[in-house]
Each structure stands twice: as C-alpha cells, then as structure tokens.
C-alpha cells in the first residue's frame, strides 16, 4: 500500500478565488491521479499527473480550470482555478501501487 | 460504454446477515474489479479486487464474485457487523491506464 497525504484536508473559500491542493505519497509512484466526489455522489476522474509532462485531462475537464503539477514522482498539486459554488466537493488524489489503487483522504471544499 | 452501474442504492441488513452489492459493465477492455469502503469524512480504503481470470476471491468476510460472460460482479459482506456500515463502491479500470471508473455507490447500514 501508500501513505498519501493530501492538504489542506477541508477549506472554505470565495468564489473567484483559487484553491492548490497538495498530494505527498511516501514512495516514488508511477501513476497519480486526481478525482472530483461532488457531494453524495460517486468519483470521477479529472485528470492523471503525469510526471515531467502536463497532465492528460477527462472529458469535461480543463487545464485552464484544473492545472495540475507533477513535479517528481512523490508530489503532485492540483488547483481548482476561479471557483464557484458548483466546484464544492471533495477532491482526492490516488496512486497506483503494486496491486492496487489507493486515495488520500481527500480535501473537502465548500465555495462560498 | 464507459459506464459501471451499481445496485441496489441503500441497503439496510440486520447485524450477522449477509450484504450483496452487485455491478455490471459494458466495456469488456476492463481488466481490475476493486471495491472501495468509504467512511464519512474519509477516502475510499481498497477493500478486495478480482482479475476476469477467476470467478471468486475471498478476504476474510469479504467475497467478489465475478461473472465474465454477464459482465457482472458482485461484493458479499459475511456476517455483517455495524462497522460495516459505510458506502461501498464497485470499480473498474483498464490496468494499464491506472483510471478507475467508479459505480453509484450503495449506503449499507447495518441494524444492530
């Protein structure tokens, strides 16, 4: 398994503001991944962290909306650009570890 | 094509009972079958997953029974206890991508 430590783990923020959001895993990771769970829902996938090279978005998702960071193969960072109330969810971010995938606790954001 | 669909929504079972959860799937490319146990205020924890080559796997009270030719899979919870109380999401993916597609979700609670 993976340690994944995500921060900050809940924020409340304007609307037309912005929010990065930090991923550490304890081990070097191929795969990282971001998903968006929006309130009483299920998760869907926004985009994968590719290292050294810019992230590969989901249908419906957009850089300009969601840029994303990879800088090693330990870290990643996503930021939910220019918010409105319609981006309050939880944001977790997931690696690929051996057999299995596993998610951080997520960061819950509420938009005001 | 894309999609995993998730039955039943909520289910409620009495204390030493046994859960099923069931999922189907479209794409036969899916090659990973995980569920997720998801806690409020918490990420989803990777329960047990199947592979298509076998039918059963079994973890301690926890059962995956996959049907290829259905394209169906299905989780049972043996001797369900309160702390199973969570919701519970089926997955599926294309191994090599790492991208989870997640079903519905179902809320279980169990009654003392």
């Known amino acids: 398994s993976a340690v994944i430590s995500q921060k900050p783990s809940r924020d409340i923020c304007q609307r037309g503001t912005s929010l990065t959001i930090q991923c550490q895993v304890d081990?070097?990771?191929?795969?990282m991944f971001w998903y968006r769970q929006q309130p009483g829902q299920s998760l869907t996938l926004i985009a994968t962290?590719?290292?050294?090279?810019?992230?590969?978005?989901e249908s419906g998702f957009v850089i300009d909306k969601f840029p994303i960071s990879r800088p090693n193969l330990t870290f990643s960072t996503l930021t939910v650009s220019n918010m409105s109330p319609e981006d309050s969810s939880i944001y977790l971010c997931?690696?690929?570890?051996?057999?299995?995938?596993?998610f951080g606790q997520g960061t819950r954001l509420t938009v005001v | 094509q894309q999609q995993v669909k998730q039955s039943p929504q909520s289910l409620i079972v009495q204390k030493g009972g046994i859960s099923i959860i069931n999922c189907a799937y479209e794409?036969?490319?899916?090659?990973?079958f995980p569920w997720y146990q998801q806690f409020p205020g918490k990420g989803p924890a990777l329960l047990i997953a199947?592979?298509?080559?076998?039918s059963e796997k079994k973890e301690g009270r926890f059962t995956i029974s996959f049907n290829k030719s259905a394209k169906q899979f299905s989780l049972h919870i043996m001797d369900s206890q309160p702390g199973d109380s969570a919701t519970y999401f089926c997955?599926?993916?294309?191994?090599?991508?790492?991208?989870?597609?997640f079903g519905q979700g179902t809320t279980l609670q169990v009654k003392p």
């Open positions: 997931s690696v690929v570890v051996g057999q299995g995938d596993f």
């Open positions: 081990s070097q990771v191929t795969m």
């Open positions: 962290a590719n290292q050294g090279s810019e992230a590969t978005y």
């Open positions: 794409n036969t490319a899916f090659d990973y």
């Open positions: 199947i592979r298509p080559d076998v």
């Open positions: 997955a599926a993916s294309m191994r090599f991508t790492g991208k989870l597609i």
